[in-house]
């Protein structure tokens, strides 16, 4: 089955050891989403890739950043991670027609990372 | 910011009960969907609607639309206890590729 795969589901760091996280896709959608969802609250957008582009939120702190070599995998780094990173990190992929909007997100079953 | 928000943030039934959830948002959309999510995994889509949609039906799911009044409601008719779980709509803004999920309501079903 075409699918949303993330590695790892479970991942654990030091305080300021640099970590990445990967997902990957066999839908060969051109959008990819990085989500970072802390416990009961909803998923937070930090970035995504338009195909090559690259569109950070605002707010997204610089000490994440992300990585898509081709369509089918994208890779979320962060740098020095901090007990506030703690969290759930979701990765997505749709379909985004010509005018923009965005068809049905397909998510992965997330990697959940502890900082210690 | 925000886009969208839910009430209730909190819902509990018992089995055979309908559940509504209602989402409310901010500017004009392309679409607004509704995702569900069981503790500690992905989200899963439900349903779609689109702007030009008032109301959409997916089995015991009802998805109805007003533009109007920039708000949508989620129905599950005849819930079951493995509807418990988290629920989102999420809205498409226009002229923009990415959605914003609103704050979700827990919904549990009692057997």
């Known amino acids: 089955d075409a699918m949303v795969i993330q590695n790892p589901r479970y991942q654990v760091t030091q305080f300021g050891k640099p970590v990445t996280l990967s997902c990957s896709q066999t839908l060969n959608h051109n959008v990819m989403y990085w989500y970072q969802q802390k416990s009961s609250q909803a998923p937070k957008l930090l970035f995504h890739?338009?195909?090559?582009?690259?569109?950070n939120e605002a707010d997204t702190p610089d000490n994440f950043q992300s990585r898509r070599p081709n369509t089918s995998f994208c890779f979320l780094d962060i740098r020095s991670p901090g007990l506030g990173d703690a969290a759930m990190y979701l990765c997505a992929t749709s379909r985004v027609f010509g005018t923009g909007s965005t068809d049905t997100q397909y998510f992965g079953p997330g990697t959940r990372l502890t900082v210690l | 910011s925000q886009q969208g928000e839910e009430d209730p943030q909190a819902l509990s039934i018992q089995e055979g009960e309908n559940a509504t959830m209602n989402c409310s948002y901010k500017?004009?959309?392309?679409?607004l969907q509704w995702y569900r999510q069981n503790s500690g995994r992905g989200l899963v889509h439900l349903i779609l609607i689109r702007s030009n949609e008032r109301e959409k039906h997916s089995g015991r799911l009802r998805v109805t639309l007003d533009t109007s009044k920039k708000s949508s409601s989620l129905l599950i008719t005849a819930s079951r206890a493995a509807d418990t779980a988290s629920y989102f709509c999420a809205t498409d803004p226009e002229n923009t590729d990415k959605l914003i999920f609103g704050t979700g309501t827990r919904l549990q079903v009692f057997p």
């Open positions: 500017t004009s959309i392309n679409n």
């Open positions: 890739y338009y195909d090559k582009d690259f569109n």
